[in-house]
Structure formats: structure tokens, C-alpha cells
């Protein structure tokens, strides 16, 4: 369950995060590792470790849902674009026509995650995540 006093970060920022980390911690920069790490945010979200919720450009907890899981199976990141952090209603992906996907389909969805499981799952800690925001 999410709340609106939750952080959250697109996921297009969320890969970008995930890569910075990689990048403190081999001593490199961010870019080389982005691709990784847009594998691992959404192999991560597969495994249950944090939600992906679709919902507005801004965030909104009341104008938001979780994906359901069979919808998050279905996600890669060519489905995805990036740098707006949107999914792309008009990708091919072989998923059931539920409810949420029926609305996810609707029109372009902002995708997000929460903050904090994020950083859980990557043990990323508060110090990286001020380093990367003021970067």
C-alpha cells in the first residue's frame, strides 16, 4: 500500500539512481551503467521488492495503482521510454487485459516507485541519495 507521504521517483530517475550507485561503487560514472540498471529496477520489481505504480506526471497516491503483477511481468525496457518515464501504451505486450491494463492502455502513464523500498533493494544509502540529487 502507498500513501501521498511517500517519496517517490519516476522511474526513468529511479534507473538513473540505481546507476549513479553503480558508479560510486566501481569508481565510474553513471552512464555506462544505465542500461544495467534499468534491467535490474524492473528484475527487481519482479521479485516483489517494491511496487511500480502508473499514474500521473505528477504525483498523485489518489490518481495512482500499483501494477498488478502480471501487468509488471510483462514490462522491459523497450516498453518503457525513459526519459519521460512513461510506458508505451502502443508496445505489444503480452499481457492479460485486466482492469488496470485496460487503463494503463488508456493513455500515457507515468510510471513510479517508492523511494525508499528502492533504496532497500539496491542498498542505496540516505548519503548516496543526497550525492546523486545534488549532482
Known sequence: MTTDTEDFLRVGDAARLIAFHLGQRFASGADPHLSTARQKLLDAAKEGKFSII???KTWSGTASFSLPMECALGLDSEHIDWDSSTFD???DVPIAAT???QQLH???STLWVPLDRLA???SIDR???G???RR
Do not use: L, Q
Open 127 to 129: 548519503e548516496t541519495v
Open 120 to 122: 532497500d533493494a539496491f
Open 131 to 133: 550525492r546523486w540529487y
Open 89 to 91: 501504451a502502443s508496445a
Open 99 to 101: 482492469a488496470s491494463i
Open 106 to 108: 488508456s493513455g500515457p
Open 54 to 56: 502508473a499514474g500521473a
